[in-house]
């Protein structure tokens, strides 16, 4: 990319204040729009696993007009939904298929099995179609009864950007009616488009790595040698304290268990969330370049045993793989970092923390038992093995600042590159040295 972004787009949360008549109309909507993704879904699949949105769209508008009753916007929503759900499943077969000619997994993907059944409350809106702001924070929006008008209420940030749109760089996208499954309460999630402060970005005078593990959340280190470590220990508590809860109610299976269940598993997703806020927010500064780890597939290179000889050592370490959300923290940082003036870089994990940063040398024996202490076999530099690997992202990152600063050209490596270009940047990366 030989630009950097101009907008970063956004999610607001909107909790609707709707009478008993008003909840009526929005859970009917709701149904009837649920019931007609999966009408969807099996045209779809019955059609070999449709994917192209608009050829699905011819196939099953009139029936979701006339059977369903939905509205024209919303019928023309459903299906592209559905193609979208299905492209996915497609692409994550094809990732599949490509990892078991590696050998990375010897696991059949089933998600193609059957058709998938959608059982979330929610509505796609279109702005200006189907919903649209008003005065004296209220919103309008469509349902199968017609036309109705709400107050709401939210974070302040987001009320204040979505009553000044033009004061704020806001550009105003599609949104999401939601039912919280628990409270039962409605929320409106509006889609945004806020535009960027790019000449914030021209200066850049912080450089820094951020290393991602399940031992600690983060680790941060900049090219002046300043750290900070966000430990994990209270977070990886609740989590084994959950998964043990939720095995005793799993064993169990009455009907009020699988409710907790739910309830459990919105809990665990909102604890997650709020963790890689606060971290993201702590990493997040103005000028400052973070280098992030490229870990696509790693659950799928990270060696795993699933059958039924696995140890119960092997099944808990699967299972904490299995929870780690990384790509949640990493998400969280980049776009608070964007907002705050900095820019966001992916650069290859291969070897972060087997590499020495002072001599170079690259090796498993650099790490002891493959423990938390690293000790090159080389020159002898012992140190904190997380913190290592820091320390080499962020002399990574470096690299990429001045490659931009001469060429102009801030490389979007390593996403859309190959393996030579991979090799070619890992031999560079042997280069550098700690000081």
């Not at 993704?37 to 045209?43: C, I, K």
């Not at 939905?70 to 692409?91: G, H």
């Not at 919280?180 to 912080?206: G, H, Q, R």
């Not at 900095?342 to 001599?359: E, F, L, M, N, R």
């Amino acid at each position: 990319m030989d630009k950097l972004p101009t907008t970063q787009a956004l999610t607001c949360k909107l909790k609707l204040l709707l009478t008993k008549e008003q909840a009526e109309a929005v859970h009917s909507t709701a149904l009837a729009y649920r019931n007609a993704l999966n009408h969807a879904s099996a045209v779809a699949f019955a059609n070999g696993k449709m994917s192209q949105g608009m050829k699905l769209q011819t196939l099953v508008y009139q029936d979701l007009r006339e059977k369903f009753g939905l509205p024209s916007q919303m019928a023309c929503n459903a299906p592209r939904q559905v193609a979208a759900a299905y492209k996915t499943l497609w692409e994550r077969d094809k990732s599949n298929a490509a990892h078991k000619a590696k050998g990375w997994t010897k696991r059949r993907y089933k998600g193609l099995d059957k058709a998938p059944k959608f059982t979330a409350m929610t509505v796609t809106l279109n702005h200006r179609r189907d919903w649209a702001l008003g005065k004296e924070q209220t919103v309008s929006i469509g349902t199968l009864q017609g036309r109705i008008r709400c107050r709401y209420e939210g974070w302040n940030r987001h009320l204040e950007w979505l009553e000044h749109t033009l004061d704020h760089g806001i550009t105003l996208g599609a949104a999401k009616l939601w039912q919280d499954p628990v409270s039962k309460a409605w929320y409106l999630l509006v889609s945004v488009e806020k535009a960027l402060n790019t000449k914030a970005t021209d200066n850049i005078t912080t450089v820094k790595g951020v290393d991602l593990n399940r031992r600690n959340i983060a680790v941060e280190s900049n090219t002046l040698g300043k750290c900070r470590f966000y430990h994990g220990g209270h977070q990886r508590h609740l989590a084994e304290r959950a998964a043990s809860t939720r095995s005793a109610l799993q064993a169990k299976g009455t009907r009020g268990a699988k409710a907790v269940l739910r309830k459990l598993a919105l809990r665990e997703r909102r604890l997650n969330a709020d963790t890689a806020h606060c971290v993201g927010k702590a990493i997040a500064e103005p000028h400052a370049m973070v280098g992030l780890e490229w870990l696509k597939d790693i659950r799928d290179r990270t060696e795993r045993r699933h059958s039924k000889k696995a140890s119960v050592k092997r099944r808990k370490a699967n299972r904490k793989v299995s929870s780690w959300s990384f790509a949640e923290v990493q998400a969280k940082t980049a776009y608070k970092t964007r907002l705050s003036g900095g820019v966001p870089i992916w650069v290859d994990a291969d070897y972060t923390s087997k590499t020495c940063p002072i001599c170079g040398h690259i090796g498993r024996e650099n790490r002891p038992n493959n423990g938390l202490l690293f000790v090159c076999a080389k020159c002898g530099h012992t140190l904190h093995a997380d913190l290592v690997a820091s320390r080499n992202i962020s002399m990574r990152t470096l690299l990429v600042r001045q490659v931009w600063a001469r060429t102009g050209r801030l490389s979007a490596v390593p996403e859309t590159s190959g393996n030579e270009a991979k090799a070619a940047r890992l031999q560079k990366y042997a280069e550098l040295r700690w000081s």
